[in-house]
């Protein structure tokens, strides 16, 4: 069974060497770490293994201490000769170095994704086939791009495919999955031109304005407005309406000029006459069964004899 061992305390070496040199991104860099691992006692007879096996674990998963998502690592090696053993622990405690592969995307960096989804309210795309980006309403300029919609389910038209279509044909109909779902959910479009966004090879560069982090994987926001970091592309929170105090109750002694008013107090009337009548009804059941429980205790005693 392998145990998981937390990134924490992990070194890191402040130089981190670019992998894309001459490159204006730093979107993949290569960093020193160390870490402290807790090998459990099953390696015990090949500990390079087993912290291998523990590194593997760090795989695509974002880790605060490297500030990005582990991809690869290599050259392991261990910074003292031998493990320590604590207490009555069976688990090697060793001191780690590692080279990292990271990718870490900043806020302000320009990547390109590929669109997978469309819909009225945000725009979400792939960045390396693996990691999701989100591009929200009010980060896209809707004065040059407007919302298509699909075709919807009931359409006639929808989905229907002619029967003398040979087998290339139908392939090739169903040849691009991800462009299908996207056609029929919708798709962004130019308002003057009709291009859909991403073009034809739905690949589209944005600028990273956020990242979100949840269950170490990582998630980007992106925007491809001109100015990404104007305040004028926040989204302003709706003013929460203070709700209006109910009307005093109205006694049926006050004028009533409202119309319809007579079939009102009517109504009310009729109501009041019917609860009242319930209640009536309920209190002499009430009084009857408190009756017969009398009669039916007397008739159970006993008649005493009269002695002389």
């Not at 099953?42 to 593997?56: C, I, T």
């Not at 109501?271 to 008739?299: F, I, L, M, P, Y």
Request: proline share 7%.
């Amino acid at each position: 069974m392998k145990r998981k061992s937390s990134p924490l305390p992990m070194d890191v070496d402040g130089s981190p060497k670019k992998v894309r040199k001459g490159k204006e991104t730093d979107e993949f860099c290569s960093v020193k770490a160390s870490i402290v691992l807790a090998v459990p006692p099953v390696f015990a007879n090949r500990l390079r293994y087993g912290v291998e096996e523990m590194l593997d674990t760090m795989i695509m998963r974002y880790e605060p201490t490297l500030n990005g998502v582990v991809l690869a690592h290599s050259d392991v090696h261990f910074l003292d000769r031998v493990a320590r053993l604590q207490a009555d622990s069976p688990f090697a405690i060793c001191r780690v170095g590692f080279d990292a592969l990271i990718w870490k995307p900043t806020r302000g960096m320009e990547l390109t994704g590929r669109v997978t989804i469309c819909s009225p309210d945000h725009v979400s795309l792939l960045v390396h086939r693996t990691f999701n980006v989100s591009i929200p309403r009010h980060h896209i300029p809707t004065d040059h791009w407007e919302f298509e919609y699909g075709p919807a389910e009931n359409d006639p038209e929808f989905g229907n495919v002619d029967d003398d279509m040979d087998a290339d044909a139908m392939a090739d109909a169903q040849g691009d999955d991800a462009q299908a779902t996207t056609d029929q959910r919708g798709r962004w479009v130019h308002k003057i031109t009709g291009d859909r966004l991403g073009g034809k090879d739905r690949r589209l560069t944005f600028t990273v304005v956020g990242l979100t982090v949840a269950n170490q994987m990582l998630s980007l926001v992106g925007s491809i407005q001109p100015d990404p970091f104007s305040p004028e592309h926040v989204p302003q929170a709706k003013p929460v309406r203070a709700q209006s105090p109910l009307p005093p109750s109205r006694s049926l002694s006050e004028p009533i000029e409202s119309e319809g008013a007579e079939e009102e107090v009517e109504e009310i009337l009729a109501t009041r006459g019917v609860k009242k009548r319930v209640k009536e009804k309920e209190e002499h059941t009430k009084r009857k069964r408190k009756q017969d429980n009398t009669v039916a205790k007397s008739e159970r005693k006993p008649k005493r004899k009269k002695t002389s």
